[in-house]
């Protein structure tokens, strides 16, 4: 019989909230198939130096581990490695410990590292038995090794991928600090600069910039055209602003590639001579605090799928394979050749070196230059120069549908925006359609009225919904009085924000367009519901808000349980008869199960689970300080909710264990918008409104015939596409349960169940 594959993990470079869940994914993944899991504590420290760094992993050993910052197996910058003689040491260890496959979760250093000693290999293992190390016979086996890599930088630095493991906690970090000081700022109308991390990357200045509506970003990849002092001189406070937000890259440049200092920018906003300033500004460097703390979501899910990913990979390659890293494109997960990304990256700092700005941004991935776009669409409103001619410009009517959700305000705030640099009119309809019906013109702030942009441009990080939001559909409002309001207030195009309400708003618009000619304008929807329930899209706005509250909240819990030891917590999640959000918290929070409507409960699930959770408990005997988690949709069951599942394992448990249920409720809509809901709000709404605007003025004709006339924009893959209502409608939508008939999802909560070893479990019919 073959001998077991030995796969190890190591983590490298800086550390990343979110290794820790990549970690234990390698270690559980590799077991479940089949493969003896190893760590390599401190990075290639520990390769070159071998002996107890070099350790064994159980399933039991990486418990509890997705909820911790930092990274457990430590790491550390390794000189050795860097010269042949360090990497001879690695092989040696290497074989010594039967270890055949290799996953690096590092930065671009450390996955160049990685390649090269992948390269060298054969020839490292040549010499190991001209050196007498081994037999020819020993090594024949190691002949080959198979490693890949994974992103793990808080910096999002390197080519090729959407995102690596770590930079959405860093961002969530500096969008919580610019937050707060955002408050004190503006209580003194002071100026501030803060200096956010990512070395020769700009993105999370400029994601922090977005989400946050910073007056000024300043990034490595490119700079300011003009003289960035001119510029800041000129666009400070034109607006009658009361702060000043300035963030700034670490490895900021002007256009001569000089580096830029927050003490010169703070100098230039606190001048106090005649043509200055004279701003009372401070400076905010960030530091470390960006990479500490718990991983948020979106990097725990991240790692957890990446994880799972390279095993595979790993497992997959064969000598001729090339070495590949995992990589994200928007919501896809995907293998692509390592050395490129490495090249690329290396190319672009040179590039930036060199000043040549145009290429380095080329080289970053397409949803950076995206977001470096809409940043500048948000915050440069009143420039002239990208206005449309008079007889194109649109009046575009806004509003939120639905239930309010993390990122809407941040979307009409960039729709707005959009709208106003391009010279359409914003208007906004307050309170739904519910809110339309009932408007009354003799009252002065009735439900349909312009923007103020100085008061929009406050919303970029605000919860809930500022234009208010409605469930009721125009047909309950009456389509024939919704037509005549079209009509009257002349809309050419209406964007709507909202969940499942807004796209059965638009559905029942459009059917009613052969009836009322006004309703022949175009209009679009971006998806904004905690549920994720809209056909045409895998993500909506607030969905990653919500994750993170319900994560945090899962945490908690997860940490009374554990200090009572033996205790299942049985937690209600929200989100309709749709299990996306239990199913992605439950990869976060290392769930014992998840139950979904789409899948429903039956008794004899229920039984499995008990029965799981008995050996579980039998087998643990109090050494395991982690508590269990079961996370159930509010609509998984008309009978079995979260009260009766927790009674029903008490009851079997007959003392050994306890168990309790918990209801977060409405507290998991959140509070402030999560920085990656707010940036892709921005995106997004940016994307709608010039989708609206591709049909221009008068399109009734146009709109009668057109599919594109009615859309939802979505995230699909590595896409981001407008999908036709109307063919949604027909084919795409589960209408009894107010879902997408396909629930894309649905593979991940088989990794959960890996993840937790539940067992296999009979499917209800
Ligand atoms: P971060 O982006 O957080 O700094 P990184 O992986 O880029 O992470 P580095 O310090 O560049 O961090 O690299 C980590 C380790 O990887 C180094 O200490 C070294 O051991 C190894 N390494 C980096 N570059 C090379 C190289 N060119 N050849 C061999 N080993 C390398």
């Given at each position: 019989m073959a001998p077991r594959k030995k796969v190890a993990v190591m983590t490298s470079g800086g550390d990343s909230p979110g290794m820790n869940a990549a970690v234990r994914a390698v270690v559980r993944t590799a077991i479940n198939m089949g493969c003896d899991a190893y760590c390599i504590y401190e990075g290639y420290e520990g390769l070159v130096r071998g002996g107890d760094l070099i350790r064994q992993m159980h399933w039991e050993d990486v418990r509890g581990w997705l909820s911790e910052g930092g990274t457990l197996i430590g790491t550390a910058r390794c000189k050795a490695f860097y010269q042949r003689p360090g990497r001879l040491l690695g092989a040696k260890n290497m074989v010594a410990n039967g270890i055949d496959a290799l996953i690096i979760c590092g930065g671009d250093g450390s996955l160049t590292g990685a390649d090269k000693f992948r390269q060298e290999w054969p020839s490292l293992v040549d010499e190991l038995v001209a050196n007498g190390d081994f037999t020819e016979d020993q090594v024949t086996p190691y002949r080959h090794l198979n490693i890949v890599g994974l992103v793990g930088s808080i910096d999002n630095d390197l080519s090729g991928t959407d995102a690596t493991i770590g930079c959405y906690s860093a961002l969530a970090r500096i969008c919580e600090m610019v937050d707060y000081i955002e408050a004190t700022a503006s209580s003194h109308s002071r100026a501030f600069v803060v200096e956010v991390m990512g070395r020769a990357s700009g993105w999370l200045a400029v994601n922090a910039g977005t989400a946050t509506g910073a007056d000024f970003v300043l990034i490595p990849?490119?700079?300011?055209?003009?003289?960035?002092?001119?510029?800041?001189?000129?666009?400070?406070?034109?607006?009658?602003?009361?702060?000043t937000?300035?963030?700034?890259?670490?490895?900021?440049?002007?256009?001569?590639?000089?580096?830029?200092t927050p003490t010169e920018i703070k100098d230039l906003l606190s001048d106090t001579s005649e043509n200055g300033?004279?701003?009372?500004?401070?400076?905010?460097?960030?530091?470390?605090?960006?990479?500490?703390?718990?991983?948020v979501h979106m990097d725990r899910m991240l790692a957890t799928l990446q994880g799972v990913e390279a095993v595979k990979a790993v497992l997959e390659a064969t000598p001729g394979t090339e070495t590949c890293f995992i990589a994200l494109e928007e919501n896809k997960i995907v293998r692509k050749p390592l050395i490129r990304a490495v090249q690329e990256t290396q190319e672009l700092a040179k590039a930036v070196e060199s000043k040549d700005f145009t290429r380095a941004l080329q080289l970053r991935d397409r949803e950076f230059a995206d977001s470096l776009k809409s940043y500048h669409i948000t915050t440069n409103v009143t420039v002239d120069d990208d206005k449309l001619p008079t007889?194109?410009?649109?009046?575009?009517?806004?509003?939120?549908?639905?239930?309010?959700?993390?990122?809407?305000?941040?979307?009409?705030?960039?729709?707005?925006?959009?709208?106003?640099?391009?010279?359409?009119?914003?208007?906004?309809?307050?309170?739904?359609?519910?809110?339309?019906?009932?408007?009354?013109?003799?009252?002065?702030?009735?439900?349909?009225?312009?923007?103020?942009?100085?008061?929009?441009?406050?919303?970029?990080?605000?919860?809930?919904?500022?234009?208010?939001?409605?469930?009721?559909?125009?047909?309950?409002?009456?389509?024939?009085?919704?037509?005549?309001?079209?009509?009257?207030?002349?809309?050419d195009a209406l964007f709507l924000i909202g969940g499942f309400e807004a796209f059965h708003s638009v559905a029942q618009l459009r059917r009613a367009r052969d009836q009322f000619p006004s309703l022949c304008i175009p209009m679009t929807l971006?998806?904004?519901?905690?549920?994720?329930?809209?056909p045409g899209s895998e993500y909506s706005l607030?969905?990653?808000?919500?994750?993170?509250?319900?994560?945090?909240?899962?945490?908690?819990?997860?940490?009374?349980?554990?200090?009572?030891?033996?205790?299942?917590?049985?937690?209600?999640?929200?989100g309709g008869r749709c299990g996306y959000t239990t199913v992605l918290a439950g990869l976060s929070v290392g769930a014992s199960a998840v139950y979904i409507p789409e899948e429903g409960i039956s008794l004899?699930?229920?039984?499995?689970?008990?029965?799981?959770?008995?050996?579980?408990?039998?087998?643990?005997?109090?050494?395991?300080?982690?508590?269990?988690?079961?996370?159930?949709?509010?609509?998984?069951?008309?009978?079995?909710?979260a009260k009766l599942i927790a009674s029903i394992i008490r009851e079997e448990a007959h003392d050994r264990f306890e168990s309790r249920e918990s209801v977060p409720g409405h507290v998991v809509q959140g509070n402030?918008?999560?920085?990656?809901?707010?940036?892709?709000?921005?995106?997004?709404?940016?994307?709608?409104?010039q989708h609206l605007e591709s049909f221009g003025r008068n399109a009734h004709n146009r709109v009668k015939t057109d599919p594109s006339s009615a859309t939802v924009i979505g995230i699909q893959g590595s896409e981001i596409v407008f999908s036709s209502v109307k063919q949604l409608e027909e084919t795409g939508t589960d209408w009894p349960n107010r879902r997408p008939k396909v629930a894309h999802w649905l593979e991940v909560r088989d990794v959960v169940d890996a993840l937790s070893a539940r067992p296999a479990y009979p499917k209800p019919e």
């Open positions: 990849e490119r700079p300011e055209e003009h003289d960035w002092k001119e510029k800041m001189s000129l666009v400070h406070r034109e607006m009658g602003k009361r702060k937000i300035v963030i700034v890259a670490e490895g900021a440049r002007d256009k001569e590639g000089q580096k830029i300033l004279a701003l009372d500004t401070r400076i905010t460097t960030l530091g470390h605090v960006q990479r500490g703390g718990s991983p007889d194109k410009r649109m009046r575009i009517g806004m509003i939120n549908v639905g239930a309010p959700a993390g990122g809407m305000n941040a979307a009409v705030r960039a729709a707005v925006a959009y709208c106003i640099s391009r010279g359409h009119e914003p208007v906004a309809i307050h309170n739904g359609f519910a809110g339309f019906a009932r408007h009354h013109d003799d009252k002065p702030l009735g439900a349909v009225r312009p923007f103020n942009w100085l008061e929009v441009d406050s919303w970029a990080s605000k919860g809930g919904s500022e234009i208010g939001t409605n469930r009721e559909l125009p047909e309950e409002s009456g389509m024939e009085l919704i037509a005549n309001l079209i009509e009257k207030y002349q809309f971006l998806p904004a519901t905690i549920s994720v329930n809209v607030g969905s990653d808000t919500c994750l993170n509250e319900l994560v945090g909240y899962c945490d908690k819990i997860k940490q009374s349980a554990s200090a009572t030891r033996r205790r299942v917590f049985v937690i209600e999640c929200q004899s699930m229920l039984h499995a689970d008990v029965n799981h959770l008995k050996e579980v408990f039998n087998a643990d005997k109090g050494q395991s300080r982690a508590g269990r988690l079961i996370l159930v949709n509010e609509k998984a069951s008309k009978v079995y909710d402030n918008p999560s920085g990656m809901d707010r940036c892709r709000a921005v995106r997004l709404a940016i994307k709608c409104i």
